[in-house]
T-cell receptor, first 113, second 113 residues
Framework: GNSVTQMEGPVTLSEEAFLTINCTYT??????LFWYVQYPGEGLQLLLK?????DKGSNKGFEATYRKETTSFHLEKGSVQVSDSAVYFC????????????FGTGTSLTVIP | IAGITQAPTSQILAAGRRMTLRCTQD?????MYWYRQDLGLGLRLIHY???????GKGEVPDGYSVSRANTDDFPLTLASAVPSQTSVYFC????????????FGPGTRLTVL
C-alpha cells in the first residue's frame, strides 16, 4: 500500500540554521511527492513537489529531491527564518490510487531569533 | 470567492446533534476531499469525490456522509455527532491544469461536547 513516514517533531532551530526534515515513502507505481506547509491557524499550502525520480522541487529557499533508490523526499533549507515556523507535511499521490493523497503526520518547526 | 471556502470557521456542538460542514470551490476542480486533522495523526481522508455525482470512502468514513450534487459544493454531514469527532476539518480540491496538486480550504474547528 501507500504510506508516508516523516521525522517526528517538534523541531526547534535558531535563525539561519540549516534545516532537514526527513521523509520516506512506500508506494505502488510511480507516485508524485509533495511538501505542504501549514502556518498557524491556516490550511495547508503547497510548498514544492516532484513528479518523477531525480526531480528536485524548490520554492522559497526550500528544496527536496525525489530519490527512488532510497524512497525518500527530504526537505532542506540552508538558512531558516522566524517566518518559516510552521508545520510541514510530506505527502504522496499516485495515479494507481485515483490520485488520492497520503500524508505524513507532520513536523512542527519553530525558529527562534 | 477565490479558491476554497469553508463554513463555519468553528463550531461547538452537543453530542447527538446533526451538523453539516460546508465547502465550496470556484476553480471548477473535478475532485474534492474531506480530511480531519488530529494531533499526532496528521491528515486522514474521510470521503472524496472524483467528479460531480460520485463519492467514495476514505480512511475514516464512519459517522460521516457526503454528497456531490454539483462541481462546486461538497458538504460533509455528521448525522449524530460524538466527542471523538472533535477535530479540525479541511476540505480540498484538485483538477484543472495541475491535476495532482490539492488545494486546501482554511478549515473548520469542530468541538463536540
Amino acid at each position: 500500500g501507500n504510506s508516508v513516514t516523516q521525522m517526528e517533531g517538534p523541531v526547534t532551530l535558531s535563525e539561519e540554521a540549516f534545516l532537514t526534515i526527513n521523509c520516506t515513502y512506500t508506494a505502488t507505481g510511480y507516485p508524485s511527492l509533495f511538501w505542504y506547509v501549514q502556518y498557524p491557524g491556516e490550511g495547508l499550502q503547497l510548498l514544492l513537489k516532484a513528479t518523477k525520480a531525480d526531480d528536485k522541487g524548490s520554492n522559497k529557499g526550500f528544496e527536496a529531491t525525489y530519490r527512488k533508490e532510497t524512497t525518500s523526499f527530504h526537505l532542506e533549507k540552508g538558512s531558516v527564518q522566524v517566518s518559516d515556523s510552521a508545520v510541514y507535511f510530506c505527502a504522496l499521490s499516485s495515479s494507481n490510487t485515483g490520485n488520492q493523497f497520503y500524508f505524513g503526520t507532520g513536523t512542527s518547526l519553530t525558529v527562534i531569533p | 470567492i477565490a479558491g476554497i471556502t469553508q463554513a463555519p470557521t468553528s463550531q461547538i456542538l452537543a453530542a447527538g446533534r446533526r451538523m453539516t460542514l460546508r465547502c465550496t470551490q470556484d476553480m471548477r476542480h473535478n475532485a474534492m476531499y474531506w480530511y480531519r486533522q488530529d494531533l499526532g495523526l496528521g491528515l486522514r481522508l474521510i470521503h472524496y469525490s472524483n467528479t460531480a455525482g460520485t463519492t467514495g470512502k476514505g480512511e475514516v468514513p464512519d459517522g460521516y456522509s457526503v454528497s456531490r450534487a454539483n462541481t462546486d459544493d461538497f458538504p460533509l454531514t455528521l448525522a449524530s455527532a460524538v466527542p471523538s469527532q472533535t477535530s479540525v476539518y479541511f476540505c480540498a480540491s484538485s483538477g484543472g491544469t495541475s491535476i495532482n496538486e490539492q488545494f486546501f480550504g482554511p478549515g473548520t474547528r469542530l468541538t463536540v461536547l
